[in-house]
């Protein structure tokens, strides 16, 4: 099928889209060839034209299926472009929380930011001997296939990391080396793999800084070649570097750090060590605080510090070396805060006195004058002179600078060298594994000579890339013998020619460089010059100090500034001999070393006059450049030498964020690291390839009738794809896998998913029709049982009579007759028979029990003396014991109790004092209060006076203000008759007028603000007041405080005193409120006072002015003048009224706080009072008075007017101004109108508001006498109190005066008792010792003659359960017994566990005779014996179990026999004879039980080994349900020579049984105790589901829903066995929850949020991480699942976070061990009844 095909209906595409690069959009009709445009639907639901070309159509990038995007590998992916790849890897990063990612033989790495639990120890042991290809991509995975390979093909390996700075290059190479430092641990004792790991912090440190990027960014290229011995062991390493970034040491850009050692040496300056270096802070050192920020968050220096300095000392580096590598770096910092001073236009020097020159002098011990002097001069040597030329400032400064990079480069080279002789390590290298951490493509706004020659090495690292994927590609074809063609891919080589080939940038850098007079700028015009016809190299249009250079990137813009200096990297001759000089030996090696490089220096940099100093052409040649092109060209060498993996870091972000995904950022750098070049080649060719098995497994629904009768599923799977597929180019069959061309799997996967559909839907139909028939059926049927019993009904009535009837009731009596008196008979021959038998059972067991009886009375009689002797005399010895122990015990009780009746008695008499200091306060308080009270009541009666008083005198002065309105009213009506006979003279003087009121205007303004600076220094006496009352409320606020402390401490017994008290004090806080108020009050009767003697002034002068003004003029003019007068008094009039009602609605307020104070304050309010009634009747009197020379004024006016409007009766031009006039008369009538109503309303309000404070107060002074009632009361039961308390305190002097004459007589007693005690229990010891001595020498003597005995007697009576042996006869025993005895062999035809009885017959004879030196060196010549062949044969399954029945036989034997009552319960008659006797074996007990314990721990390890192989391929990989199949493409990371071995055992849950039966009865045949199977098993399933559950969390292709249903299925399978072998109860099943909770999860619902919730109660054996981890790793398998939405996962991630803390690990700590317990299980064999075999050579051994 062709390609263009795949344009239908709702398939989908990618086009090109400016912010997210890719952008998807669906198919909405079919494309045919001719076609013009692309009909396609937008992910917003936009449509969307694309235009195409109709003739040849370049159709936009097919999108796959939903079932291939987020594969492990991206070459799995069915349509291999850059849209595919960028949106597989967004999916992965972004949705399922997975970083690494293989795209062929590449894995991609993408930085998430975060510490992610992925890099344990757990997992590295998960990945440990796994094929790449089986667990899902990670860094380690790449590391173990190198490490597998290099021990599979004897070749050396290499792991080359690369990418951005800051996408995670050195964290990607620590964590390979770390890998392989867990995996091949060392066999000496060197620790080398340690070493190799520390040796990243000192790297780290001295070569990596903080850059706009990355916060801990290599500045250098660094290649780590870890040795490998022939049992590929680390046994050292040897690091190389490339091309440090020097200039860092002496310049940083903007929110960049220099190297990390040297913050981390300033954060150490006060350090005693570091005194002597004289160090700053990071911030006053030049060389540091360049970047501005000196410090990295979340990173501590100080600590770092301490790591370098360990990890120093952990490589053997001592501290004389790291005292010198600090003198060195300190002198650097030091060199930088040099100050060089200009001397003139071309001169410049160093003050002596320098404190900087002098430190870095003294550090290093050079000369400190001649540094000064050549820093700031040259000497040129010429043909007949040697000229010293002074040096510009400039010049001074660039010479330090390089010098400072010099001594720090040199430093560099000289640690890393260090290290590499501490990595040494004695011993032939078989084979290496390098890990190259470099820096990827480069391309900034200013790129400089680093840039030059990173990207540079990252041509010819593509180019080494590129030819090994196309060497990979030809050799899959060629195993799979499919025919090769010829593949184009982009070849570098053309750009590596235009750097490195002759006439190249490099080397015309190089002739640059030997010219003095060379510069950037005649280098530039150079390549021009030479390379203009290269078509990878361009000048810039607008810039003539740069060039452009194509690489396979990008296209990268040089800045030729620099690149001739950095190239020489020269270094004046005499700076040179000053540090060779130097008295430091650590220093004066730098430059020792290069002394041929300081020629050559010379050479660069000085013109040669003499022919013996010229340096050869060779010499010449020594640049950066071209030392980095060797450097380089070795690392190629090596690079090819060895089998390269590629791990490329990409940088998802540039802003640091966890797990964000920036598309553009991502796919440039894709671009540039090749792995789209990857894409490209795969997919040219044919980039889908499955095996014949996968293939099988999933697209074997399509195949025909005829293809189900093939057996051979190859074959099968050719005849699919022949009738499938009819275009055979479109794939080829190779000899284990099919190839495809891109598109074609996409095809199967859409005709899979048709079939399934159309199967869905011919079963829904077939189902749906059998319920309709099953329902349609059981309707016929109830309709016939209808019909049949209306039918039956009928014929029951024709055929039933009463004679049928009654035949049938007789038949039926005389059955029953008949069959009861059969069983009647059968039952009393039953009973005679059964009685018979219980006669004589009885009477038998009656006489067996009456011999029991009488048997039992016997040894009752014997025990009761025996035990009643026992009893008295342990009676006895316990009574003195006791009776000491009584005596001593209550004297320590009596010292006790009279200590603390002591201390009571102090409390209390304490308690009493402080309890009558508070009652003689309180009575003092009490009185003070009663006085103010009364004070209060008498001040309330003359307050309620007065306000009677103001109150009356308030109405009698609203009265005469009425009047006075009135008046003013007839004034306004004369005024308006004035005006109608104004004259022509009015109008000529009104001018004038006008003119006299406007500068009076500007007089009351300036009187105003005098007003007003006045009210401004009162303010300020105010607020002083106010700090006075301030700090006389704290004091009141201080005493309240105490007063409170004084009543807690009365025991709570004046609880309403104390709440009358705080009451009381918290009317004090509003005295400072009232203060404020008066004198507010005071400074308005001030100010109203000037104001009123102001405005009466002032209207005086007016009246008399206008009275002169208008004598002699007309009527109009005068009567114009006589009315802004009156305007004005009646504006002074009502403002003077306003004024007097807010004084006294301020008064109101003052009343109505004051109310709430104490009694001492009423005086102040009542005097407050005074003042304003004084103050309203003095405003009162002073407008009478102005009322009066008002209306004087008036009656003038009035008669100028008459006499004005007399002469004046014809002017007409003052008609309009008089009814302007008028108009303003009513208005201001109107005011007057309003303002007298609102002073009624105000007045009345005041009145009511004053009476209704007056009755709130006169209520709360009733309380106060009520509480003043209670406090009396609480007085009289504090006095009762307080003598209740004086006579219990008597009494307890009493009782202490009599206790302490007790305690005088108990000492007395106690002394003498304790000394005879003493005695008695002296003569008890000997006498004890005295009965021990002769009972051993009785039973020494009985044995002695019961051996006589039994040698004289020729034929014994019966067996004692002994076997008896020589002393030299013990090693023999030992060596057939346990060291030569073979389960397999000998054993099969005797009991299993009689070793273990010989053993202990053995032991039981040497403590019959009472030999404690052999029983010794049995016992520990047995357990010797058992260690020996356990540590012998310690992966032999049969005897691990052999052995450990029988140890835990003979450890059972032991406490059996051991006479201890706990053991005996159960034993025989016979047995309690068979005790030991003489010795306690307690402690070989507990060395048998440890060595058990051991012998547990490795059988366990056995089995896990042996099932290990099985549990992967038998739990997760086996599909045994039919019709599910989870198999999906794995990509081309299985075709890696991993997997190219012999196809391994397919093990399946038969397999994991099989093992497990046989386990089972191997412990089973050699007689294993119950309990201690019951726990193997428990253990071995706790494996096995630990096991399973890791492999699951780290294999994201096993995260789906057929795989969960295939896991809980082989759960049922374990339990069915657990079943079948009775082993239920060993709780094996509860080590599977995690496990059968992790199924449950992958098959429930994941998408609301009662899901949520149900998966958050529910999995409660998994861990939060966990259930994240496999629900971000949820795999749809087809089309009909959905993936786990990243919102569903944050849900549950929040109900998670309730759960209480536990583990936050990843992996199930597969290692955990079951605490093994070993239960006491008797044994019922008689060891007299057992007899050693002859086939067990062991005829030296006597049955006693």
Same mark, same amino acid.
């Given at each position: ?1040 405080? /105490? *007063?409170?402390? =004084? &009543? ?5 017994? +004046?609880?309403? #005193? @104390? ?5 009381? $004090? ?101 005097? /407050? *009072?005074?003042? =304003? &009634? ?5 405003? +009162?009197?002073? #407008? @009478? ?5 008002? $209306? ?102 009493? *009782? ?449």
């Amino acid at each position: 099928m062709s390609l263009l095909e795949l344009y239908t209906k709702y398939n989908r595409v990618w086009i090109p889209n400016g912010e997210e690069i890719w952008k998807s959009a669906e198919i909405t009709r079919d494309f045919h060839l001719g076609d013009s445009a692309l009909e396609l639907l937008l992910e917003d639901g936009s449509e969307l034209h694309y235009a195409v070309d109709s003739s040849a159509p370049q159709l936009p990038p097919l999108r796959n299926p939903d079932i291939l995007v987020g594969e492990n590998d991206l070459t799995a992916l069915s349509y291999l472009h850059e849209p595919a790849v960028l949106h597989n890897l967004k999916v992965r990063f972004v949705e399922s929380k997975i970083i690494y990612t293989y795209c062929g033989i590449i894995l991609v790495a993408v930085n998430p930011y975060k510490q992610l639990p992925i890099y344990g120890d757990a997992i590295i042991h998960a990945y440990s001997g796994k094929n790449v290809g089986d667990m899902d991509p990670h860094i380690f995975a790449v590391a173990e296939e190198a490490y597998k390979q290099m021990a599979r093909n004897h070749k050396n390996q290499s792991i080359i990391v690369s990418g951005e700075s800051g996408a995670g290059k050195t964290v990607s190479a620590r964590f390979a080396m770390r890998y392989f430092a867990v995996v091949s641990k060392s066999g000496s004792n060197t620790r080398v793999e340690d070493k190799v790991l520390a040796s990243n912090p000192i790297t780290e440190a001295i070569g990596n800084a903080k850059t706009t990027r990355n916060d801990n960014s290599s500045r250098f290229g660094k290649y780590t070649e870890i040795g490998f011995d022939r049992r590929y062991r680390i046994i050292g390493a040897n690091m190389r570097t490339y091309l440090l970034e020097k200039s860092r040491v002496v310049f940083q850009a903007d929110n960049e750090r220099n190297y990390h050692i040297f913050y981390q040496l300033c954060s150490c300056a006060k350090l005693p060590e570091f005194k002597n270096l004289r160090l700053l802070s990071a911030d006053e050192f030049q060389y540091t605080c360049l970047g501005g920020d000196i410090s990295i968050e979340g990173v501590d220096d100080k600590k770092d510090m301490e790591e370098t300095r360990q990890t120093f000392a952990l490589l053997g580096l001592n501290e004389d070396f790291q005292i010198d590598v600090f003198k060195v770096l300190a002198a650097i910092l030091h060199l930088g805060n040099v100050e060089i001073k200009s001397s003139g236009d071309d001169k410049s020097s160093i003050p002596p006195s320098d404190p900087h020159l002098s430190v870095f002098c003294e550090l290093l011990e050079v000369n400190a004058v001649d540094l000064a002097r050549w820093l700031c001069h040259r000497r040129i040597v010429l043909a007949a002179e040697t000229v010293v030329k002074p040096l510009p400032k400039k010049r001074v400064i660039n010479a330090r600078d390089a010098l400072a990079k010099q001594i720090y480069a040199h430093l560099f080279d000289c640690i890393i060298n260090r290290i590499n002789t501490a990595l040494k390590v004695p011993g032939k290298q078989h084979a290496f594994i390098g890990v190259l951490d470099i820096y990827g493509f480069e391309t900034f706004d200013i790129n400089s000579f680093e840039q030059f020659c990173i990207n540079y090495a990252n041509e010819k690292l593509q180019q080494q890339f590129n030819l090994h994927v196309f060497k990979l590609e030809q050799e899959e074809y060629m195993k799979e013998d499919i025919p090769w063609t010829l593949i184009d891919f982009y070849d570098n080589q053309p750009v590596i020619d235009l750097i490195e080939a002759k006439m190249g940038i490099l080397d015309l850098l190089d002739e640059e460089c030997l010219f003095p007079q060379g510069t950037d700028q005649s280098w530039l015009q150079k390549l021009y010059n030479y390379l203009k016809h290269s078509p990878l190299f361009e000048k810039p249009k607008f810039k003539n100090e740069a060039f452009i250079i194509q690489h396979f990137a990008d296209k990268v813009e040089y800045q030729c500034y620099g690149f001739l200096e950095k190239n020489r990297d020269a270094l004046y001759e005499e700076l040179v001999d000053i540090m060779r000089d130097s008295k430091l030996p650590f220093l004066a090696t730098f430059f020792q070393d290069t002394d041929q490089a300081t020629v050559n220096n010379k050479g660069v940099k000085v013109r040669p006059a003499r022919p013996g100093v010229k340096p050869t052409n060779k010499q010449l040649r020594t640049s950066v450049g071209d030392k980095f092109r060797s450097s380089l060209s070795l690392l190629m060498e090596t690079l090819n030498a060895t089998t390269p993996h590629y791990v490329r870091c990409i940088k998802p972000n540039d802003e640091k964020l966890p797990f964000e995904y920036d598309s553009g950022r991502v796919v440039q750098q894709l671009r540039a690291c090749g792995v789209l070049e990857t894409i490209r080649i795969s997919a040219q060719s044919y980039p889908s390839r499955w095996t014949y098995i996968e293939f099988y497994s999933r697209y074997s629904i399509l195949r025909s009738h005829q293809d189900t009768e093939l057996g051979d599923k190859k074959q099968t799977c050719i005849n699919v794809l022949q009738r499938l597929i009819q275009d055979s180019n479109q794939y080829k069959f190779g000899r284990t896998k099919i190839f495809f061309r891109a598109g074609q799997v996409a095809y199967l996967e859409k005709l899979r998913l048709d079939y399934l559909r159309g199967s869905c839907i011919t079963i829904q139909k077939h189902v749906r029709g059998w319920i309709q028939r099953k329902r349609y059926l059981r309707w016929r049927k109830a309709a016939i049982i209808l019909q049949q019993y209306l039918r039956g009904k009928r014929k029951i009535r024709k055929t039933v009579s009463a004679v049928t009837l009654k035949q049938g009731w007789a038949a039926m009596v005389i059955q029953r007759h008949w069959r009861g008196y059969r069983v009647r008979q059968i039952f009393y021959v039953v009973r005679m028979a059964t009685v018979t038998i219980q006669a004589f059972t009885r009477g038998w067991l009656a006489r067996r029990r009456y011999k029991t009886m009488l048997q039992d009375h016997k040894a009752q009689v014997l025990q009761k003396y025996a035990r009643a002797w026992l009893a008295r005399r342990r009676f006895q010895t316990m009574r003195r014991l006791v009776q000491n122990v009584q005596l001593s015990y209550r004297v320590q009780q009596l010292r006790k109790k009279v200590e603390e009746q002591n201390k009571e008695n102090h409390g209390l008499v304490e308690r009493l004092t402080s309890l009558a200091n508070t009652h003689s306060q309180t009575v003092n308080r009490l009185q003070s209060i009663e006085a103010q009270l009364e004070k209060s009541t008498n001040q309330k009666a003359s307050l309620e006076a007065r306000e009677k008083k103001a109150k009356e005198d308030a109405s009698q002065t609203f009265a005469e203000l009425k009047v006075r309105i009135e008046a003013l009213t007839l004034d306004k009506e004369k005024l308006e008759k004035a005006y109608e006979i104004s004259t022509k003279e009015a109008k000529e003087n009104f001018d004038q007028i006008k003119r006299n009121l406007l500068e009076e205007k500007e007089n009351e303004a300036r009187l105003r603000k005098i007003a007003e600076n006045s009210i401004e220094l009162l303010r300020q006496d105010h607020e002083k007041e106010v700090e006075v009352l301030k700090e006389e409320m704290r004091r009141l606020r201080e005493e309240k405080a /105490g *007063l409170e402390r =004084k &009543v807690e401490e009365s025991v709570q017994v +004046n609880v309403d #005193l @104390q709440e009358q008290v705080l009451q009381l $004090s918290r009317h004090v806080k509003v005295i400072p409120e009232l203060r404020r108020e008066l004198s507010n009050l005071q400074n308005q009767r001030n100010s109203m006072d000037r104001k009123i003697k102001e405005q009466s002034e002032q209207a005086r002068a007016k009246m008399n002015e206008f009275t002169r003004q208008l004598l002699g003029e007309v009527v109009e003019e005068e009567t114009l003048q006589e009315l802004t007068p009156n305007d004005s008094e009646k504006i002074y009039e009502i403002e003077d009224l306003i004024m007097a009602f807010d004084s006294l609605q301020k008064a109101t307020r003052i009343l109505e706080n004051h109310q709430r104070e104490q009694k001492e304050n009423y005086e102040t309010q009542v005097k /407050g *009072l005074k003042l =304003k &009634v004084d103050h309203l009747q003095n405003e +009162n009197s002073k #407008l @009478q008075n102005l009322f009066q020379e008002k $209306s004087d004024v008036n009656d003038s006016i009035r008669q100028e007017v008459s006499r004005l409007s007399s002469e004046n009766l014809m002017i007409p031009e003052l008609k309009l101004q008089v009814s302007e006039l008028q108009r303003q008369k009513q208005d201001l009538e109107t005011q007057v109108e309003v303002k007298s109503r609102d002073l009624e309303d105000k007045t009345q309000e005041i009145s009511n508001v004053l009476q209704k404070k007056i009755h709130d107060e006169s209520s709360k002074c009733r309380v106060l006498e009520e509480k003043a009632e209670k406090l009396e009361a609480s007085k009289g039961l504090l006095e009762d109190r307080i003598e209740e308390l004086e006579e219990e305190n008597d009494h307890l002097k009493r *009782l202490h005066q009599m206790e302490s004459e007790a305690k005088t007589r108990l000492r007395y007693e106690t002394a003498r008792l304790t000394a005879k005690n003493m005695d008695f229990e002296e003569q008890l010891d000997q006498k004890d010792r005295l009965i021990k001595k002769l009972r051993s020498q009785i039973k020494s003597l009985e044995l002695l003659q019961k051996a006589k005995q039994t040698s004289f007697s020729i034929i014994p009576k019966e067996y004692l359960g002994m076997l008896e042996y020589k002393r030299e006869h013990e090693a023999k025993l030992i060596q057939n017994i346990i060291i030569d005895l073979k389960p397999k062999g000998v054993v099969v035809n005797m009991m299993p566990t009689l070793p273990a009885y010989i053993l202990f017959m053995c032991v039981r004879h040497a403590d019959y005779l009472n030999d404690s030196a052999k029983l010794k060196s049995l016992m520990n010549s047995i357990i010797s014996g058992i260690k020996k062949v356990i540590m012998t044969y310690h992966k032999d399954l049969d005897l691990l179990s052999f052995w450990l029945s029988n140890t835990c036989l003979l450890l059972n034997c032991l406490k059996q026999y051991s006479g201890e009552e706990e053991f005996m319960k159960h034993n025989t008659p016979r047995q309690m004879k068979n005790c030991l006797q003489n010795f306690d074996l307690s402690e070989h007990r507990q060395i048998m039980s440890d060595l058990a314990i051991h012998i547990y721990h490795q059988f366990i390890s056995v089995i896990e080994k042996a099932l290990t192989p099985t549990i992967v391929p038998g739990m997760l990989e086996h599909e045994s349900l039919q019709g599910i199949s989870s198999m999906k493409p794995t990509g081309l990371r299985k075709r890696s020579n991993s997997v190219y071995e012999e196809e391994s055992e397919n093990y399946t849950i038969s397999s994991i049984l099989q093992q497990l039966s046989h386990f089972h009865s191997t412990m089973m045949q050699h007689d294993m105790e119950q309990g201690l199977v019951r726990q193997v098993i428990k253990q071995v399933f706790f494996i096995i589901g630990a096991a399973t559950l890791n492999n699951m969390m780290l294999r994201k292709d096993l995260c789906s829903c057929r795989k969960g249903m295939q896991i809980r299925c082989n759960i049922s399978y374990l339990e069915e066995w657990l079943k079948d072998k009775d082993l239920l109860s060993t709780n094996a099943m509860d080590t599977l929850k995690p496990l059968s909770q992790a199924a449950w999860l992958l098959q429930v619902n994941k998408s609301t949020d009662e899901d949520a919730q149900e998966i958050s109660d529910k999995c409660t054996e998994l861990n939060s991480v966990q259930i994240v981890k496999i629900l971000n790793s949820y795999t749809p398998i087809d089309d009909f699942e959905k993936r786990v939405t990243p919102s569903f996962v944050k849900n549950v991630q929040s109900l998670l976070q309730d759960r209480p803390e536990g583990s936050t690990q990843l992996m199930v700590d597969a290692d955990y061990r079951f605490q093994v317990t070993f239960p006491f299980c008797p044994s019922s064999q008689a060891l007299e009844l057992l007899q050693v075999p002859q086939s067990l050579h062991l005829g030296f051994l006597t049955r006693i």
